[in-house]
């Protein structure tokens, strides 16, 4: 992919190296690749990323994208928000986010691979993944320069759940250490000796024999939602893997058909522009109202 920069008066006189790292992102590993499986130019002309820019010059950076290990696939795509790098779509629970070894179409990312190709991009990476019932924001990045630029950013994730009861307090955190039960098992389990993992939660609504939540997480374990809520006797309805008997009673009275876990919102600031990107989604419940 080409990416092209003009010198502002601010960056006359810089090394290009300190100026593609701090206007473009670029890190070391990047600029490694640029230099060997692309190119760099300066005003049309090859250089060594120790020259001397001057305002007005124009800097041209190609970078290489590996092919994509999976199809691209044209399929339903709800898009929340889209720039020139990103795209953020609405996950509909039930679609699994990624090929794996023993699925390799018919995902999320088949069709955002489609997506990106078709609107500018030149592949698709997942920043952040939801589990395949789990709905709601999802960002992918159209290309691995864009998924390099996300590296250390911080990211403000709030989720909407309907679980089994009514917690005692209206807003409460969870402390308790989160492992695999074994190695061989995708279940999760809270243990002194996992790592630490810590959730934020608050009462929207009580209803008859379940709440609805808003859970904002500290760490991002696999499960830590499901794993927490369970731990603390309040399981998330629909939620076959963490559920309790009075849980599943519930689920199946309500006719649940898959854990209501909702990626609510996402919000970051832009690597690049350093705008604030806010995505939102609410969920299609039929068990209550928004």
């Known amino acids: 992919m080409k990416l092209a920069l003009k ?33 760099i130019l300066l005003n049309g002309e090859s ?30 795509v709800s898009v929340i928000w889209e720039d020139e790098h990103f795209m953020a779509l609405d996950k509909p629970a039930g679609i699994i986010t990624h090929p794996t070894h023993s699925r390799i179409g018919g995902t999320l990312a088949n069709y955002a691979l489609f997506h990106s190709l078709a609107h500018g991009g030149v592949g698709c990476h997942a920043v952040n993944r939801l589990d395949r019932d789990t709905s709601g924001v999802i960002l992918f990045a159209k290309s691995s320069y864009a998924k390099s630029i996300t590296t ?6 709030l989720y909407l759940a309907l679980v089994y009861g009514s917690p005692e307090n209206d807003c ?31 009462v929207l ?28 006797g309040h399981p998330l309805l629909g939620d076959r893997l963490y559920c309790s008997e009075a849980s599943d009673a519930v689920s199946q009275t309500l006719g649940v058909p ?9 919000r970051f600031i832009h690597p690049l522009s350093g705008a604030e990107i806010l995505l939102q989604s609410h969920p299609n419940w039929p068990q209550i109202s928004f």
């Open 7 to 39: 010198v502002s008066d601010n960056d006359a006189g810089r090394v290009l190296k300190r100026v593609l790292r701090d206007r473009l992102c670029l890190s070391t590993a990047m600029l490694r690749s640029a230099k060997y499986g692309g190119s």
């Open 47 to 76: 250089v060594f990323v120790t020259a001397e820019v001057h305002s007005g010059d124009l800097i041209e950076v190609y970078l290489p994208e590996e092919a994509a290990d999976y199809p691209a696939e044209e399929g339903p």
């Open 152 to 157: 250390g950013l911080d990211y403000e994730k």
């Open 172 to 202: 409460g955190s969870v402390d308790l250490p989160i492992k695999r039960a074994n190695e061989s098992d995708m279940r999760r389990i809270t243990a002194p000796d996992g790592a630490p993992s810590l959730t934020h939660y608050e």
């Open 205 to 232: 609504a009580r209803y008859e024999g379940f709440s609805l939540l808003r859970l904002r997480l500290e760490t991002g374990r696999t499960h830590q939602i499901r794993v927490h809520m369970s731990a603390i």
């Open 258 to 266: 898959h854990q209501l876990l909702h990626a609510e919102s996402l």
